[in-house]
């Protein structure tokens, strides 16, 4: 289906979906936009790793941003900005040469030798992996560090626009601040020109002009020194709103944590004569008991771990919905999640504009349409068999189930069951193995068919030995459907039946479409398990 450009326009107005409501707020400031383009970020503090965070994060701030060059036709640009001028607070379990690390601790760690070895400073080889990180995934970006800007001297107006109004962003941040740390707090703090540690001490502005400042260093002695250069970094809710001023941000989403950090930062940057950028503040991750996620519990889901079992688009689809609702983050969540994506791309090509608007894979497939080779939106695709009937054939092959089984059933209801001809399906066959390894497997137990249940299992099994081969799903989904409905077997309502189906031959309590599973894994088989379900009655 052809789009005119118009007609976009109107819909992207009018539209619901929750980056268009974004873009929208956006617009309304910056209607035409801005010289040079209007600019996202998105920030990331480099003493860890990438994660499924820095993915949500940076997925949904791509989301607004085409929304935005969708609604308004303006060019945007995107920032990934690394605070790397920030002092190393602890040493990270997940790193070699823990000791050398321990030796620098206070120290920007842009100025940390790196202890992997790599690269010229700890920053430097966690900013590497940022940038590997975004890239795998076709974002697009400029990558900005905090060092660069503050050694390079970007940052001095802005800076001497923090010592310019001292007073007033102290006045701002001291009743945020218990008692024993307004003893020490300071907007600025320096860097240690003895131990290059960036130091949480009190400062005297002595000229803001020049950025000359004055503190008492680590040793005892007073130091009246440049703030200027990288010779000093502020504190995070005042580098946030220089960041914002001195960079020109105009939109920065951010999580439920960082709520009354926005609140404050915000209020410095209007006091620096700029202004809190647009953004929406999203919920955060809980696990499969709802409690918050936590790095030192391991109680969440990597983007590791997603990818082992579900696929990246199902990732986005997943984050895609509700940012202002917590979600809970688990493997329990993927296989609906894929199955759920490849539906909504089935129907994007035939749906009209403001549906089209308004379906999650429509903004996913913008994500990277800039990028040679990605799709555009309105490509369409479907996926042959839904990753949840995958699974049930999986479980019920048990110990013999291998990419070239699963793909040997798959001939009786795919056409051109090849994995060269089907490589998304091939894809999914092998994360619906490594599923079921995982997950699935030790779970399944298959009980006895019990009164009314062994003979309506009797009657499929005769009507099963009286249909062809060939059988579509839908005529097999009927003879299942009917035998459900005959009164003598017992059968409350027809999820009775389908249960004790899944619960005697699948080994579950939930299970697929029976005319499906039938259809894919071959009435043959079928009745087979039906023969050994009845032998345990």
Request: glycine residues 10%; proline residues 6%; charged residues 20%.
């Amino acid at each position: 289906m052809t789009i005119s450009a118009d007609a976009l326009i109107t819909a992207a107005h009018n539209s619901k979906a929750w980056p268009f409501q974004e873009a929208q707020r956006l617009a309304k400031r910056m209607p035409q936009g801005k010289p040079g383009g209007v600019l996202f970020e998105t920030g990331y503090g480099p003493s860890g790793l990438p994660h499924i965070g820095t993915f949500q994060e940076v997925l949904r701030t791509t989301l607004v941003r085409r929304a935005y060059e969708a609604l308004t036709g303006q060019p945007t640009r995107l920032v990934a900005f690394s605070d790397d001028m920030d002092g190393l607070r602890k040493v990270p379990d997940n790193v070699p040469n823990k000791a050398l690390l321990d030796a620098n601790l206070g120290k920007p760690l842009s100025r940390i030798p790196d202890p992997f070895e790599k690269f010229e400073s700890f920053a430097a080889h966690n900013n590497a992996m940022l940038r590997d990180f975004l890239d795998r995934f076709g974002f697009e970006y400029e990558f900005v560090s905090s060092s660069d800007c503050y050694n390079s001297g970007r940052f001095d107006e802005a800076l001497k626009g923090v010592l310019a109004n001292f007073g007033a962003i102290m006045d701002i941040m001291l009743p945020t601040l218990g008692e024993e740390r307004r003893q020490t707090y300071s907007p600025v703090m320096p860097i240690s020109p003895t131990t290059g540690a960036v130091l949480q001490v009190p400062i005297a502005v002595v000229d803001a002009a020049a950025g000359i400042i004055r503190f008492t260093d680590e040793d005892g002695s007073v130091v009246e020194q440049s703030a200027l250069g990288g010779m000093a970094k502020c504190q995070w809710k005042v580098d946030w709103a220089m960041r914002w001023v001195a960079l020109g941000v105009d939109y920065e989403m951010y999580g439920k944590d960082l709520t009354d950090s926005g609140i404050q930062s915000g209020k410095i940057a209007r006091v620096l004569g700029g202004h809190k950028p647009e953004g929406l503040i999203y919920e955060l991750f809980l696990d499969a008991k709802g409690e918050k996620i936590s790095k030192s519990k391991g109680n969440g889901l990597s983007i590791e771990q997603w990818l082992e079992y579900g696929s990246e688009e199902s990732l986005g689809y997943y984050i895609f919905a509700n940012p202002k609702s917590a979600k809970q983050l688990h493997a329990g969540v993927i296989p609906k999640a894929i199955d759920d994506y490849w539906q909504f791309r089935a129907a994007l090509p035939g749906q009209d504009i403001d549906k089209q608007l308004g379906n999650p894979v429509w903004h996913l497939l913008r994500t990277n349409a800039h990028h040679e080779g990605a799709e555009a939106p309105g490509a369409g695709d479907s996926l042959p068999v839904p990753f949840s009937l995958l699974l049930n054939l999986v479980g019920v092959l048990g110990a013999g189930a291998t990419r070239e089984a699963v793909w040997s059933y798959l001939g009786n209801y795919v056409a051109d069951a090849d994995p060269a001809a089907h490589p998304a399906l091939d894809t999914l066959v092998m994360k619906a193995l490594a599923y079921n390894r995982d997950f699935v497997a030790s779970t399944l137990v298959k009980r006895a068919p019990v009164d009314g249940e062994v003979q309506a299992l009797w009657a499929l099994d005769a009507a099963l030995a009286e249909a062809p081969a060939d059988m579509s799903a839908e005529d097999l989904q009927t003879i299942v459907y009917e035998i459900g409905k005959q009164p003598e077997f017992g059968f409350e309502n027809l999820r009775d039946w389908f249960k004790a189906l899944y619960e005697t031959l699948l080994g579950s309590e939930q299970g697929p479409r029976m005319g499906s599973f039938i259809a894919l894994y071959g009435i043959a088989p079928t009745r087979q398990l039906i023969a050994e379900a009845l032998a345990k009655a």
